[in-house]
């Protein structure tokens, strides 16, 4: 089999793996939560949390956060639109479709790019939430492929391009 071959049969065959456990109606539910909340509404919640915490010594942190989540909505949508690869949903029947998306195309996963850049920013600034944030940005990253709505390799690309984007702001 040919390399490009074997690693979209791989990319399928984990993608059907990890859609089949929404057969659960408590995985689905579980999985349904994690996704709105990475829709933005856990983020959100926790600068503000951070703000009335912290007040002005948390103003670095969200502003990098909001900046840092921007360039990613940037990036993202500007490869979703190049890419244009269809959702997993849309190709194979086999692949249920448990949440309407947030956008038509599949490539890279935005929840995840977001969570991944947020978490490492927010870590860097107060390292005391690694136990919040990261187990949350490992179940919004599964959340995605179990929903139907993303290949592993959409989300290993986001959460590549997440990392890539919350490095490289720290050094401007």
């Known amino acids: 089999m040919q ?12 993608c059907l793996r990890f859609n089949h456990a929404s057969q ?7 999985f ?19 703000l009335i915490l912290y007040r002005v ?3 670095l942190a969200v502003v990098h956060m909001l900046l840092a989540g921007g360039a990613c909505t940037l990036l993202y949508k500007w490869l979703k639109q190049k890419i244009s690869r269809p959702r997993p949903y849309q190709v194979n029947t086999d692949i249920e479709c448990i949440t309407a998306p947030l956008d038509r195309f599949s490539f890279p996963s935005g929840h995840t790019l977001h969570a991944v850049a947020f978490s490492i920013v927010a870590v860097a600034y107060y ?21 139907g709505l993303h290949y592993p390799s959409d989300v290993l690309a986001g959460a590549l391009i997440g990392f890539t984007i919350a490095r490289l702001s720290f050094l401007l």
């Open 3 to 14: 390399p490009i071959k074997h690693i979209s049969h791989l990319d399928l065959s984990l």
């Open 24 to 30: 659960y109606a408590w995985v689905r539910r579980l």
């Open 32 to 50: 349904r939560t994690i996704s709105r909340l990475g829709d933005g509404v856990f983020w959100y919640t926790l600068m503000i949390l951070l």
């Open 57 to 59: 010594d948390a103003v």
């Open 127 to 147: 390292p005391g939430l690694a136990w919040i944030v990261f187990p949350f940005t490992f179940l919004v990253a599964i959340s995605r492929m179990v929903l």
